[in-house]
């Protein structure tokens, strides 16, 4: 199997989608992909343990996609050696009457990790730059100061939205967590065949909605979005990662080998010391267990 470089999917540069490839990365059997898989992910489940112990990162998952682009099932099987103490899911859904009370970061402010821990969120912050550019008339909502109609929303406003997530990241990145940002790249095919299965499978039906095929006809503007977020917010702090997600088993092996790639570099993370007098008293503690003083 070629080996992964995150290099080679890393966003440092301006790009277009449509010169990025959604499959064939790493040409590799189903079985060998799957052996890879469960040797990363072990690894990382170890990463986790020591992350814990450390408690002074915490990680961010941020995964975003087109319909069917794989990411339920990329955080099924990336994190399944993980401690679930370790590891928190949010899938975010359109917003509550709650959360429409706030600014639109509070949700995502709420529900990031605690030190130790890792979080993970399906669909993002980034919703707010992506179905809401789509569809701006979805920004009304909000009750923003100053905008009365959709022809409030202009290029200015989507410019300091994109200033507010890239301050927010950065906050965020300066106190200690490590921010992952995956566009899970499908092609417009694949995702016709994914939702065909979704119909002809009983046990997929409850996945499928008319909306899907609604939001389809938008795909060229979704992808026009989603290219200009990325370019907008590929930051050293917060990368983005373009991975190609037609191959389901590819995508989730790249992803994984991305994450424990990046986070070996943190040569800090290391678990704690034990305090002179515990490790001095060891002996004691042994003796006293083995002897059933305790």
Not at 91 to 98: A, G, I, N
Not at 151 to 169: G, Y
Not at 240 to 247: E, L
Not at 277 to 290: D, F, H, P, V
Request: net charge positive; hydrophobic share 35%.
């Amino acid at each position: 199997m070629k080996n992964i470089d995150l290099n080679d999917f890393k966003v440092e540069k301006a790009i277009k989608l449509i010169d990025s490839p959604t499959s064939g990365a790493l040409q590799a059997s189903e079985k060998k992909l799957k052996k890879e898989l469960e040797a990363i992910r072990e690894k990382l489940g170890d990463f986790q343990d020591i992350l814990y112990a450390h408690a002074k990162y915490s990680v961010l998952v941020c995964l975003q996609g087109m319909d069917t682009a794989g990411k339920d099932s990329l955080i099924r099987e990336v994190f399944k050696d993980f401690n679930v103490r370790g590891v928190v899911v949010h899938s975010f859904k359109v917003p509550t009457e709650l959360e429409r009370k706030h600014d639109y970061l509070w949700r995502h402010y709420i529900a990031l990790p605690a030190k130790g821990k890792f979080g993970v969120f399906n669909r993002t912050h980034y919703e707010n730059v992506l179905v809401t550019r789509v569809h701006p008339e979805y920004i009304m909502g909000e009750n923003i100061p100053g905008i009365h109609n959709v022809s409030d929303i202009d290029e200015s406003f989507w410019r300091k939205r994109f200033e507010q997530i890239n301050n927010f990241e950065r906050h965020l990145a300066e106190n200690g967590t490590i921010i992952f940002k995956f566009f899970l790249h499908l092609s417009k095919e694949e995702q016709r065949q994914r939702l065909l299965r979704r119909l002809a499978l009983k046990r997929k039906n409850w996945k499928f909605s008319p909306g899907d095929l609604k939001e389809r006809k938008l795909w060229d503007d979704y992808q026009n979005c989603y290219e200009d977020a990325i370019n907008r917010t590929s930051k050293p702090h917060a990368p983005w990662f373009v991975i190609p997600a037609d191959n389901k088993k590819e995508a989730r092996v790249i992803v994984a080998s991305i994450l424990l790639e990046a986070l070996k570099k943190y040569k800090d993370i290391a678990e704690p010391e034990l305090d002179e007098k515990i490790k001095a008293n060891l002996e004691t503690y042994k003796q006293q267990l083995e002897t059933k003083a305790l």
